[in-house]
């Protein structure tokens, strides 16, 4: 049987667009991620799916987890997890959801701004807090480099002043960018950490402990990628030869698309087939508004249908279904020429940031979300199309 047609009939009771999460593949991403540097401590990125099933799953394999706001802590304490195990990283934060969190014992908080520090030190006195550089994000398929953080000599400010307002200056994160596609990035923006610890130290007395690493490992879509065991390597190495003075480091990863990127797979069905303006277009039931909002960025995901990967290719305009002319996913992207109505489309690798961003938008609901673990009767086709090897199974 061909497998899409095991997925066929699995959904045919259900509603597309689906996305399907392994969670194997998620216990494997977080010992991968561990595993880096000794000691490392895990802080996943909730942002990237807040999905029930995999914040329980790495609560029970002991990550951290790196919250943005109120309700991720809110959503984090119903499933019993310690506010000790959580850093919150936003820069932007609201003061009341400042006061929350030090109320209920969040011990980190981040910041790249002396307002920020200041709402800290009024909310949430004698707090943790550490310093946001700015990374040039060149490297990255969605840089984050511009509304955050900021320059070196602002951080190291920053650090001094937290100190004056009663706050103990703890650390400095940054975010190479996410989807970052150089493992060299790392070594730059640690060298720059190192110049503001040593900085602090020798010329104002203030030993700072905290590296926080932030998120920014990639997963694979259309281009090559360095590992996360690259990546660990080049920052291994780094911190052996810039940190030395700083017996008493303590080293934070906040991963968000490594730990979920490849654990989802987004199904969605061909609704449409037109030509107009001299183009071929496909309607899919999936969207800008519902599961592929990164690809606003043109953010490239790599796309099959598993029954027609031996024909030949043609250009397509790929959209999504709302009355929004914005909701069109790629302008052109290479399908199966015979690609139409009633097809399924694969869409790889789709774990992070695409349910959490997924909208109501024209009454039409996000994708629902399945467990593999829960639905044995796909889990092997699913599993073909995940490593994408033997796609068609007689
Ligand atoms: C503070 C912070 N940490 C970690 C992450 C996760 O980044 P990524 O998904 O690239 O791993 C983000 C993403 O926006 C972030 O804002």
């Known amino acids: 049987m061909e497998i899409t047609n095991e997925i066929k009939k699995f959904s045919k009771d259900r509603q597309t667009p689906f996305l399907i999460m392994d969670l194997d593949i998620l216990k494997e991403n977080y010992n991968r991620i561990k595993n880096i540097y000794e000691g490392i401590q895990v802080f996943y990125a909730v942002k990237a799916n807040s999905n029930v099933r995999i914040i329980e799953t790495l609560r029970d394999m002991g990550s951290s987890f790196d919250v943005a706001s109120r309700g991720e802590i809110e959503k984090l304490l119903s499933l019993n ?8 990283g936003n820069t932007i934060k609201k003061e009341t959801h400042i006061a929350f969190a030090h109320e209920i014992g969040i011990e980190y908080f981040a910041v790249d701004s002396e307002m ?3 709402k800290i030190a009024r909310n949430a006195p004698g707090s943790k807090v550490y310093g946001r550089i700015q990374t040039n994000s060149m490297d990255s398929d969605w840089p984050l480099s511009r509304k955050f953080g900021t320059d070196i000599d602002h951080v190291q400010e920053l650090m001094i002043k937290a100190k004056e307002y009663g706050l103990i200056p703890f650390g400095v994160n940054f975010h190479v960018g996410s989807q970052t596609l150089n493992k060299f990035s790392w070594k730059q923006a640690l060298l720059e950490v190192a110049d503001i610890f040593i900085t602090l130290k020798e010329n104002h007395g203030i030993e700072l402990q905290l590296i926080n690493l932030g998120g920014g490992m990639p997963i694979q ?8 065991e690259e990546i660990g390597e080049i920052i291994k ?3 052996e030869d810039n940190f030395s003075d700083f017996p008493n480091l303590k080293l934070f990863i906040e991963p968000g698309r490594s730990m979920v990127g490849n654990i989802g797979t987004l199904v969605s069905e061909v609704i449409l087939r037109s030509n107009k303006q001299k183009q071929e277009w496909l309607f899919i039931d999936s969207g800008i508004f519902h599961g592929l909002f990164e690809t606003i960025e043109d953010f490239r995901y790599e796309i099959i249908i598993p029954e027609k990967a031996n024909e030949e290719l043609s250009t397509f305009t790929l959209a999504g279904p709302t009355c929004d002319s914005i909701d069109i996913i790629y302008d052109e992207v290479e399908l199966p020429e015979s690609t139409t109505l009633g097809d399924l489309l694969f ?7 695409t349910v959490e961003y997924a909208t109501n938008f024209n009454g039409i609901n996000p994708p629902d979300v399945y467990i593999l673990q829960d639905v044995k009767e796909i889990a092997n086709a699913l599993k073909k199309i995940h490593t994408n090897t033997n796609l068609i199974e007689k």
């Open 81 to 88: 997890i310690s506010p000790k195990r959580m850093s919150f």
């Open 116 to 118: 920020e520090l200041k």
């Open 221 to 228: 879509h259309t281009k090559p990628i360095p590992t996360v």
């Open 237 to 239: 190495t780094t911190i």
């Open 347 to 353: 869409f790889k690798n789709a774990g992070a940031y």
